[in-house]
């Protein structure tokens, strides 16, 4: 089982829905993570770090839930230049710097 | 714009050529990247430098020879590759420690064709 587990999609969705994705992970002595985005032939950029508290940032809201091993990604009101692949990132427990790519979601937001 | 400058954007190389691959940034970052994607999969990671030491080495062949020379630059060279070498090698940096570490800012990468 890889590391860290996403639906690869594509997620295609209109302008205006709500859309949300999941990123398992199987190391529960994992410690922080991120999602980040990557637009076509560019490269990624960190959108939001996850807390376990849960935040909220714009139209963008991410969740943890160790119980289950699963972060989270809502989007709301999605626009179409949210059209990218999210990536969620692990970064491993320690002072390692070892950060881990998940296989990444395609959304795809139609007009 | 990224802060982080990779060179050069396009290589083309046969596999008995030498090359390298450089990347530079001057954030301060103290920890330095060198990840591998391919199409549509996710970065793969190869290798860490934390405070100009390698850390993490992914069992990463040994044609692949990373370098840091100060704390601003990483090099990665190249020798004999095989042409499923061919992929985008992204450099990216971190501030290596602290609630940040998580914050990669990635280089527009360097997209390299192994004939």
């Known amino acids: 089982r890889k590391e860290v587990e996403q639906d690869p999609g594509p997620f295609n969705v209109p302008e205006g829905a709500t859309v949300a994705f999941n990123c398992t992970y199987s190391?529960?002595?994992?410690?922080?993570f991120f999602w980040y985005r990557q637009d076509c032939r560019k490269e990624p950029k960190l959108l939001m770090s996850v807390y376990s508290s849960g935040n909220e940032d714009g139209r963008f809201t991410a969740q943890l839930n160790r119980a289950s091993q699963y972060i989270s990604l809502l989007i709301r009101d999605s626009k179409l230049s949210d059209s990218a692949t999210y990536l969620c990132?692990?970064?491993?427990?320690?002072?390692?710097?070892?950060?881990?790519f998940g296989t990444g979601t395609l959304l795809a937001v139609q007009p | 714009d990224t802060e982080v400058t990779q060179t050069p954007k396009h290589l083309v190389m046969g596999m008995t050529n030498k090359k390298s691959l450089k990347c530079e940034q001057h954030?301060?970052?103290?920890?330095m990247y060198w990840y591998k994607q391919k199409a549509k999969k996710p970065p793969e990671l190869m290798f860490v430098?934390?405070?100009?030491?390698?850390?993490i080495n992914e069992s990463v062949p040994s044609r692949f020879s990373p370098e840091c020379p100060n704390s601003s630059l990483l090099n990665l060279h190249l020798h004999a590759l095989q042409p499923e070498d061919s992929a985008l090698y992204l450099c990216?940096?971190?501030?290596?420690?602290?609630?940040?570490?998580?914050?990669?800012?990635f280089g527009e990468g360097s997209r390299l064709t192994v004939l």
């Open positions: 190391n529960s002595a994992s410690q922080s």
């Open positions: 954030m301060g970052h103290r920890a």
């Open positions: 430098y934390s405070y100009e030491k390698l850390s």
């Open positions: 990216a940096s971190s501030q290596g420690n602290g609630p940040n570490t998580g914050e990669l800012f």
């Open positions: 990132v692990w970064l491993y427990g320690g002072a390692t710097n070892k950060l881990i």
